[in-house]
């Protein structure tokens, strides 16, 4: 099943498809989150299983990618410093930003304004941790490792060391006593509101995904290897939602333990999450085929992935902007719905004209 010599070097189509499938879940559950939207049961179940991958997927194809990329270990550092930017601008322009231009277009219009609301939140927003940290922090680690020539064992076995230690070590609910301490902290183990994702939480999906990264150029036959994964985590994510329902009471108790599961995973909840991903990626594979053979499936899915990161940084300032041109007030589940589709095209219209831009400046 293993060659001594990289032979699987190409594109691995299966990890386009899983990322093309995170982006419009991500829109999805996003609408429902920035414009607060009714619960309704079918969102909390579509919650509570999407969040089963999420930001693991993310994390899991970055750490895979680093594997196949042609980055040096420098580029590597850079590409996290710059992240550690992005970020910062990130929340100025996608968070903050649309909060004001949408009651400044309410207040041309002489409707009634709720500034204290957006002068309110925009501390948070600008301090705001998300993706874009924890994949800088993740760069950093991965660039270190690198110069450190880490063994291939060595990635799996510090991916599951964090996931059995991390319960013990977030921030959540916890204090040193030392405000300057606390903040530094909680960038990295959470416990703050401006915290979205914890770092500590979700490096361990990336050492997973190096690691399955460097077997996955070694397989002769992906097939075979997907098919012997499948056995250990159908077992794990078994073991998972036996656990999560039994001592779960209904769906609304799923719910709240599955979006506090999603934040501060649990060792047997971050093993299913890498379990969900790992089956997915099996699951594309076998279909992969069929899909390829469904054109315009296979290029949206292609174009989803290829777009996440750009995706991603766009849809909370479509969604931050309609939240605040109707004065930050609650939304039914039907209008959340609606609006899922309404970003994805203003983000695709977005992101066109950027690229256009761009070319015409080259």
């Known amino acids: 099943m293993f060659s001594e010599k990289e032979i699987n070097t190409g594109r691995q189509i299966e990890f386009d498809y899983l990322k093309g499938l995170f982006t419009p879940m991500i829109l999805l559950i996003h609408s429902f989150q920035m414009m607060e939207g009714t619960l309704v049961p079918a969102y909390k179940?579509?919650?509570?299983?999407?969040?089963?991958?999420?930001?693991?997927?993310?994390?899991?194809?970055?750490?895979?990618?680093?594997?196949?990329?042609?980055?040096?270990?420098?580029?590597?550092?850079?590409d996290g410093?710059?992240?550690?930017?992005?970020?910062?601008?990130?929340?100025?322009?996608?968070?903050?930003?649309?909060?004001?231009?949408?009651?400044?277009?309410?207040?041309l219009f002489?409707?009634?304004?709720m500034w204290a609301v957006v002068w309110q939140r925009m501390p948070?927003?600008?301090?705001?941790?998300?993706?874009f940290f924890i994949a800088g922090v993740s760069y950093l680690l991965l660039a270190l490792l690198r110069q450190?020539?880490?063994p291939i064992w060595m990635y799996f076995a510090l991916a599951l060391l964090l996931m059995i230690v991390?319960?013990?070590?977030?921030m959540n609910g916890k204090t040193t006593g030392n405000a300057v301490a606390d903040y530094v902290l909680t960038m990295f183990a959470g416990g703050r509101p401006?915290?979205?994702?914890?770092?500590?939480?979700?490096?361990?999906?990336?050492?997973?995904?190096?690691g399955f990264g460097k077997v996955l150029r070694r397989t002769t036959n992906k097939a075979g290897l997907y098919g012997v994964l499948a056995v250990p985590a159908v077992i794990v994510v078994a073991a998972y939602a036996w656990h999560a329902f039994s001592v779960n009471d209904g769906l609304d108790a799923l719910y709240a333990y599955s979006g506090e599961g999603y934040v501060y995973p649990g060792t047997l909840r971050a093993l299913a999450n890498c379990s969900c991903v790992l089956l997915m990626s099996g699951l594309f594979y076998a279909l992969r085929n069929q899909i390829a053979a469904i054109k315009p499936l296979h290029a949206a899915m292609v174009h989803l992935s290829r777009k996440t990161t750009p995706y991603y940084a766009v849809h909370p300032f479509w969604y931050g902007l309609i939240v605040s041109l109707v004065c930050f007030a609650p939304r039914?589940?039907?209008?959340?719905?609606w609006m899922t589709p309404v970003a994805w095209a203003l983000c695709y219209i977005a992101i066109r004209l950027w690229e256009r831009f761009r070319a015409c400046n080259r």
């Open 45 to 78: 179940t579509t919650y509570i299983l999407a969040t089963m991958t999420g930001s693991a997927i993310f994390l899991f194809v970055l750490g895979l990618g680093s594997t196949y990329s042609r980055r040096t270990t420098s580029q590597l550092v850079r």
């Open 81 to 107: 410093l710059k992240l550690f930017l992005y970020q910062l601008i990130w929340n100025v322009l996608a968070l903050g930003l649309p909060m004001v231009i949408g009651q400044g277009v309410r207040g």
């Open 110 to 113: 002489g409707l009634e304004t």
């Open 124 to 131: 948070m927003m600008i301090e705001y941790i998300n993706i």
């Open 148 to 150: 450190l020539k880490t």
């Open 166 to 170: 991390n319960p013990y070590l977030y």
């Open 194 to 210: 401006a915290v979205s994702l914890c770092f500590l939480a979700h490096i361990p999906y990336t050492l997973f995904g190096v």
């Open 332 to 337: 039914s589940a039907a209008f959340c719905l």
